[in-house]
T-cell receptor
Framework: GQQLNQSPQSMFIQEGEDVSMNCTSS?????WLWYKQDPGEGPVLLIA???AGELTSNGRLTAQFGITRKDSFLNISASIPSDVGIYFC??????????????WGLGTSLAVNP | KAGVTQTPRYLIKTRGQQVTLSCSPI?????VSWYQQTPGQGLQFLFE???????NKGNFPGRFSGRQFSNSRSEMNVSTLELGDSALYLC????????????FGSGTQLSVL
């Protein structure tokens, strides 16, 4: 099925560094959602974006809905060890039919060295 | 509000057996979606139920089935288990409108031996 292109696939950074990851699609999206998943747990919603150009923050996290509606990025500032996990992007595409089925990226695995 | 509850948390089965997983959505949510997650494969959509009807379906074989009850609780069943069915099965709920965010449970980790 349709999938989002999420990059990078994995990152290994030092505590205190900033992190940037992104998600792209060949078609437009109506929403972009960013989730974080800890090992053995379900994904937890971090940020939801509903409008092209929208920039939203949640603590040290900032995400933007791309102007073209075909991409989104997530930034984490001043990373800490508990930021470790897998970050997924997901979105609703009008091309997917009824705007109720989420399209997912394969995730960015983040490791933080204390 | 209580979150999405999935039971059991862990399951070990052998090939050929069948298994039933349960999901209780957030109170007031009428849509329940099921996903299969294996390492490196991301989240693979199984199906979505809304008001006791299957509304969306992914590309899984007929061995995977589900249902939803009038209180919005949902179950999924996998028959004739195969080794490749070992995965984390995630349930997510939402009110059921377009362009919504999903809220996930902690998942059921199924191991097939």
């Amino acid at each position: 099925g349709q999938q989002l292109n999420q990059s990078p696939q994995s990152m290994f950074i030092q505590e205190g560094e900033d992190v940037s990851m992104n998600c792209t699609s060949s078609s437009i999206f109506n929403t972009w959602l960013w989730y974080k998943q800890d090992p053995g747990e379900g994904p937890v919603l971090l940020i939801a974006l509903y409008k092209a150009g929208e920039l939203t923050s949640n603590g040290r996290l900032t995400a933007q809905f791309g102007i073209t509606r075909k991409d989104s990025f997530l930034n984490i500032s001043a990373s800490i060890p508990s930021d470790v996990g897998i970050y997924f992007c997901a979105g609703h595409s009008p091309n997917a039919g009824n705007n109720r089925k989420l399209i997912w990226g394969l995730g960015t695995s983040l490791a933080v060295n204390p | 509000k209580a979150g999405v509850t999935q039971t059991p948390r862990y399951l070990i089965k052998t090939r050929g057996q069948q298994v039933t997983l349960s999901c209780s959505p957030i109170s007031g949510h009428r849509s329940v979606s099921w996903y299969q997650q294996t390492p490196g494969q991301g989240l693979q959509f199984l199906f979505e139920y809304f008001s006791e009807t299957q509304r969306n379906k992914g590309n899984f074989p007929g061995r995977f089935s589900g249902r939803q009850f009038s209180n919005s609780r949902s179950e999924m069943n996998v028959s004739t288990l195969e080794l490749g069915d070992s995965a984390l099965y995630l349930c997510a709920s939402s009110p059921g409108q377009p362009n919504e965010k999903l809220f996930f449970g902690s998942g059921t980790q199924l191991s097939v031996l």
